[in-house]
């Protein structure tokens, strides 16, 4: 079996990169310092993205690895099964209908700022999610984290 890589990294920020990752906004971690690297076309100037773009080339697979882009479909299936956690019935019933079609993330989130317990609850429901999702990740890349 290969030789895990020991990495000291803060597993929240990892967490917020690996949700915000997108074609636009690209988000790598630094095998040797643990740093987050973003690339983002919208938000850097032409320079700084390039010079930034060359550096993770460079050491791409060797110190640099791409954090994932997380998968709207993964997003999908949490707010169904948090659904199926919530005990008031009417909740339940406005929150299926609001992930029903279009514009559900939306609708998901404008029902919810109407139970702020059940709102504070998909939060804690998600950001689990999303940690298991990570730490699946790194377990598959080789990458022992040593949190920070």
Do not use: Q
């Not at 987050?36 to 032409?46: A, C, L, P, Q, R």
């Not at 099964?81 to 406005?94: A, I, N, Q, S, Y």
């Not at 689990?128 to 598959?140: D, F, G, H, I, N």
Request: charged share 45%.
């Amino acid at each position: 079996m290969p030789r895990k890589i020991k990495v000291a990294v803060d597993l929240e920020e990892l967490c917020v990169a690996f949700e915000s990752s997108s074609v636009d906004n690209r988000h790598y971690l630094d095998l040797e310092t643990g740093e987050i690297v973003n690339i983002s076309d919208e938000f850097m100037d032409h320079e700084e993205k390039e010079e930034l773009e060359r550096k993770v080339e460079d050491g791409f697979g060797k110190r640099y690895v791409s954090i994932p882009y997380a998968s709207s479909d993964e997003g999908y299936k949490d707010m169904e099964d948090f659904v199926g956690t919530v005990e008031d019935r009417d909740l339940k019933e406005k929150l299926y209908i609001a992930i029903d079609g279009r514009g559900d993330f939306r609708r998901f989130k404008d029902v919810l700022l109407g139970y702020p317990e059940e709102r504070e609850s998909w939060f804690k429901f998600k950001d689990a999610r999303v940690t298991e999702r990570v730490k699946e990740w790194l377990e598959a890349e080789g990458i022992e984290m040593i949190e920070v």
